[in-house]
């Protein structure tokens, strides 16, 4: 998954098959990546795809009000794991679909995201506005592209 996949595409993530329903496109001062809300059985998922020189890196996060799970940015940290923040800034970014209610995000705008590293645990936090929810999204290990299949 590198490039940018329309609305309804369907893929196969770890034998589970997921719906593309929206995609949001950030670009910062230092990243490009494309978060994709995927759909799937009346759940849904996040799947980031950061845009390196390297290649693209893809990875499947769980996201969730930060405030609800208690998350604290003065001492960050998720399941007893200590975080370590490693980048803060903001992003210009605009939304392709429907984000099912997600986010509190307008069709374009400016996002402002901070992002952690833990043992074995790579977390972002990103907010929309001011007074907005601050979104906690996480992940444990990095998706191996070829556990992506396009259908």
């Known amino acids: 998954m590198t490039a940018a996949h329309a609305l ?8 589970r098959r997921w719906t593309v329903q929206a ?22 998922t996040w799947l980031a795809v950061e845009l390196l020189p390297t290649g693209a ?6 996201r969730c009000d930060a405030r609800e799970l208690g998350f604290d940015p003065a001492a960050p940290g998720i399941g007893g794991v200590p975080l370590r923040e ?27 995201f901070v992002d952690y590293v833990g ?7 990103e907010w929309f506005s001011e007074d907005g929810p601050v979104w906690l999204g996480y992940r444990r290990e990095h ?5 992506i299949t396009p259908l």
Do not use: N
């Open 8 to 15: 309804g595409s369907a893929f196969l993530i770890d034998g």
């Open 23 to 44: 995609r949001l496109d950030a670009v910062s001062t230092t990243q490009r990546w494309s978060e994709y809300l995927m759909a799937g059985d009346g759940q849904y």
């Open 57 to 62: 890196q893809t990875a499947q996060w769980q």
């Open 86 to 112: 490693v980048e803060r800034d903001s992003a210009r970014y605009t939304v392709v679909g429907d984000l099912a209610g997600q986010l509190g995000a307008d069709r374009e705008g400016v996002l402002h």
């Open 119 to 125: 043992d074995g645990i790579r977390a972002a936090t």
């Open 143 to 147: 998706h191996d592209p070829a556990a």
